[in-house]
C-alpha cells in the first residue's frame, strides 16, 4: 500500500448529517460537563468551565475546573461523551494538570495540589472500552467511581487521580437519536 510505503498513517473521518453529528456529540458533552457542575458545586467548589490556556507553546481549555481555595486542591476536569483514543485522553489530562499551577496563577487562583479527574458517559460500549485497556487507565486513574464522588463531597486536604462514569443529565447518547433523519414524501402526480 502507499501509504506504508511512505511510513505515513492514513486517518479517515467520517462525516454524517453535516454538523448534526457534531452537534449530537457536543450535546452529549454538554449534558454530562451540567451534570458534573452540579454535583461539584452542591459540594461547595468554585467552578469554571472550557478554562482556555497557552502555556509555553501548549494551548487548549479544560473541560471543567473546580477550586477549593480554603485547601488549595484545583481539580482538572477532562470529561467524554464517548471514549476514542485512550492513550491521547491519558496524556491530555496529564498535560492540562501539569500546566494547571501556571494557569491558576495566571487567573489569580491559589493552587498547592492539583487533582486529575476524568469524567466519561456511563454507557456500556464507554465501559467496555475502559475495560480493555483497564491496567493504563488503573494506573492514570486508580481512584474509582463512587470514591471520587465521594473525594467531591469531602476532598479533604489531598488531590485524586480519579475517573468517574456519569449517566448526562438527559440520560441519553449520541447514538440515542439520528438527527436530521425526517420523513420525505413523494409529491404526487398531477392527473
Request: hydrophobic share 45%.
Amino acid at each position: 500500500m502507499i501509504v506504508e510505503a511512505l511510513d505515513a498513517r492514513l486517518d479517515v473521518a467520517i462525516r454524517w448529517s453535516g454538523a448534526d453529528l457534531d452537534r449530537l456529540l457536543d450535546e452529549a458533552h454538554i449534558a454530562l460537563v451540567d451534570r458534573l457542575v452540579h454535583l461539584y458545586r452542591a459540594a461547595g467548589w468554585e467552578v469554571d468551565v472550557e478554562v482556555s490556556f497557552s502555556e509555553w507553546g501548549e494551548r487548549g481549555s479544560i473541560d471543567v475546573v473546580a477550586r477549593r481555595p480554603a485547601t488549595g486542591i484545583v481539580s482538572v476536569n477532562e470529561v467524554k461523551a464517548s471514549v476514542g483514543d485512550g492513550q491521547a485522553t491519558v496524556h491530555g489530562i496529564d498535560r492540562k494538570a501539569r500546566l494547571m499551577p501556571a494557569i491558576a496563577r495566571k487567573r489569580g487562583w491559589a493552587c498547592r495540589s492539583v487533582a486529575r479527574i476524568l469524567v466519561v458517559e456511563a454507557s456500556s460500549t464507554n465501559r467496555r472500552r475502559i475495560a480493555e485497556h483497564d491496567a493504563t487507565f488503573s494506573a492514570a486513574f486508580p481512584v474509582r467511581g463512587k470514591d471520587v464522588a465521594t473525594w467531591i463531597r469531602n476532598p479533604g486536604e489531598r488531590p485524586v487521580s480519579g475517573l468517574l462514569f456519569l449517566a448526562s443529565a438527559t440520560g441519553g447518547s449520541a447514538r440515542r437519536a439520528r438527527a436530521g433523519a425526517q420523513r420525505v414524501q413523494r409529491a404526487s402526480r398531477p392527473s
